[in-house]
């Protein structure tokens, strides 16, 4: 999902997944209707989102942040904690833990503090978080940004790797067009609050509509 800044890109990802509730209107997924549901169902559903901004425990160690996302899988509850009786859940949430790391390049580094990471490793961290809540879909908000080129490529390839391997949808909201038109099978654009058009990525680049969006008409330029 593309457009300019202010177009509603942020506003849409809040309401698919629940952190606003629809005025109007109606949000399906998966062929049921789940407008106004709490994250927390959708989350129970499968239906898990990032932020632009990361949202780790930093003071928590790489691992243990992971750990965290594991938590709709686990089952576990608070007296079988006390007693130990979780221990074969705990293992299977570490082995969850290691296994998403690995993916994203990180497991060198799962005693570390999350503080410690630089900006790229942590937002792949935030996607190993996500991942580790057995997502079917995942909502990316602005996941390339204020990353380098290389940052920028070696996100890219995670987002395939789990979009490939391991058949889960994703959905980005990103301004960087490079990342978007590497990515994306197809495209969504919104304007000033409204749906524009949609398609593949050939055909989105090339629509007048869509260049008049981001660079004005040739009129307002002059």
């Not at 780790?56 to 750990?67: A, G």
């Amino acid at each position: 999902m593309i457009g300019p800044n202010g177009a509603g890109k942020t506003t849409t990802f809040s309401l698919i997944s629940g952190y606003y509730k629809p005025t109007s209107g109606s949000v399906f997924y998966e062929g049921q209707d789940v407008s106004g549901l709490k994250t927390s169902r959708l989350a129970q559903r499968g239906l898990i989102r990032t932020f632009q901004g990361t949202t780790l425990f930093q003071e928590f160690s790489v691992i243990d942040n992971v750990r965290v996302g594991c938590h709709r899988s686990a089952g576990a509850g608070f007296i079988s904690r006390i007693t130990g009786g979780d221990a074969p859940t705990e293992r299977e949430a570490d082995r969850k833990a290691r296994d998403a790391l690995e993916l994203f390049d990180l497991g060198a580094m799962a005693k570390e503090p999350a503080s410690s990471l630089p900006h790229g490793h942590q937002r792949a961290l935030g996607m190993a978080v996500a991942l580790a809540a057995d997502p079917t879909l995942i909502l990316l908000d602005e996941p390339f940004t204020g990353m380098n080129p290389e940052e920028t490529r070696r996100m890219m390839d995670h987002v395939r790797r789990i979009r490939d391997e391991r058949d889960i949808t994703i959905m980005l909201v990103e301004h960087d067009m490079q990342a978007v038109m590497g990515l994306c099978e197809r495209i969504t654009v919104m304007n000033f609050g409204q749906f524009l058009t949609e398609g593949v990525p050939q055909e989105v680049a090339n629509d007048p509509r869509v260049i008049e969006a981001y660079l004005g008409r040739n009129e307002d330029a002059a």
